[in-house]
């Protein structure tokens, strides 16, 4: 097993298909190009001593070198640890030492990045091994085999309480994600043309993205960061039929009317990693006349666990179902009693595709991990249709004097008002409730609704005991590198 499989079982008649696409450049790859440079990038890892099963960092931003070091890094054998390429030389030092990576491929300089004398790996400037590769004459190896329940990827969760965890990800995981993206998302043809400007350094990119499009033999298209006129030119310049993203990159499209034409021209949309709206996927649809599909999901299922498709969420984090055949996915209670219909409880996934667990952290695993089942953290409930409505995480569920409340129920009532452009609800600290209700709320431009007059909107909209007693108005949320909410940040404001 191996992502290569993907590659380089290649027709001859479709080499000549467009693979990748650098938009901030223009440098194009076809599949035949690609093949040739995947060895060559291959033959120098080898040539520099690498072999399978040395893990290997990349801390690129999104591009075709990206994706060519990927694949390199999966012919060889190794264990490819991503990296966000936000982060600072201070931050990357710990995903070095915490996977023992024997090598990192960056964008920085040797004199940007200042490794200890302990941490032995190897730093490696993309530009300079790019150089390497132009003059490289490999010889012709077959790619490693990896077995199915072998090491072949580190995807490092968020840290948002605790220091960031390596995700285990097995070679045979990546082939259930294609079996779980043919069944509940999309079936790629030739003719489709992905745009990838969320992180490749994130399973959403790497995994989501790459794996059903090279087994489509469609094309990525990629740019490096989120901006509106720039996705809208690559819509129109590249023809690009995929979009993915996370809810505030569509909220951003749709507020910027002079590109509404582009965003037409798609056939799918897909939003995941934060909760979507009621009210933004109904604007996404009657803006561009397609659907804006939903998935939830996280590293250590290898990213989807549900996906809805084709239809507006009812209610708001509605996620829709499984994919059929390959995870189960029940809600249980505290005392890990399978919930009814309908009430809410902790979500947890068992099946196929599912992380070995985190690396060198045997407790963190066992609590995440319980008698095969996946405990992801999130709270939400079972329709009677057996799809699932996501409510939020655990942590992020308020208790008003014992009586929990979902902040998405909150936030959608808040979001209903005309002039709200988006909330997000929390849980303070209250010497009687235990905790009361506060959201944080950006207005639409020009918008002037005061706190008294929104809380008596919502006060219509939701039980007594769920309406915010306060209201912030801020101009933006702070946010993680994937566009979520950072409530905790929210919370210390």
Known sequence: MNYCELLFDTEEKDLDLEALIDAENGRRMTYGELIEEVKKTAGVLDAKGFKSGDVIATH???????????????????????????????????????????????????????????????????????????????????????????????????????????????????????????????????????????PFSHGFGSVSILIPSLNGKSAVVFLRSFQPMKISNAILNENITHIFGVPTHYQQLLRNGSIHDSLRRLKAAFAAAAPLSSETALFWYKTTGIYLDEGYGMSETTTLIATRMNRL???????????????????????????????????????????????????????????GWVYTGDVGYRKSDGSFVLCGRKSDVINVAGLKISPMEVETAINSHE???????????????????????????????????????????????????????????????????????????
């Open 60 to 198: 690129l931003y999104n591009s075709i070198e990206a994706a060519v070091v990927l694949l390199a890094i999966q012919y060889i054998g190794g264990v490819i640890c991503l990296v966000d390429p936000l982060f600072r030389p201070n931050e990357v030092i710990y995903y070095i030492e915490d996977s023992s990576a024997k090598g990192v491929i960056t964008y920085l300089k040797s004199t940007e990045i200042d490794i200890p004398q302990n941490i032995k790996t190897n730093l490696i400037n993309i530009n300079e091994f790019s150089e390497e590769i132009k003059s490289f004459t490999y010889e012709d190896k077959e790619f490693y085999h990896y077995k199915e329940n072998e090491l072949a990827m580190l995807l490092y969760t968020s840290g948002s309480t605790s220091t960031p965890k390596g995700v285990m990800l097995t070679a045979g995981c990546f082939f259930v994600f294609l079996e779980k993206s043919n069944c509940s998302m999309y079936r790629y043809t030739k003719d489709d043309r992905i745009l990838c400007f969320v």
């Open 313 to 371: 969420p009812d209610p708001a984090g509605d996620v829709g179902f499984p994919p059929e055949g390959i995870l189960e996915v029940t809600v249980v209670d505290k005392e890990d009693r399978v919930c009814g219909d309908g009430m809410i409880g902790e979500i947890r996934v068992r099946g196929k595709g599912i992380m070995l667990g985190y690396l060198n952290r045997p407790e963190e695993t066992a609590e995440r991990l319980r008698a």
């Open 419 to 493: 002039d709200v452009q988006d909330s997000a609800a929390v849980g303070i600290e209250d010497s009687i409730y235990g905790e009361i209700v506060k959201a944080f709320v950006v207005l639409k431009a020009g918008a002037k609704v005061s706190e008294r007059d929104l809380i008596k909107y919502v006060s219509g909209k939701i039980a007594s005991f769920k309406v915010p007693k306060y209201i912030s108005f801020i101009d933006e949320f702070p946010r993680n590198n994937l566009g979520k909410i950072d409530k905790k940040a929210l919370k210390s404001m």
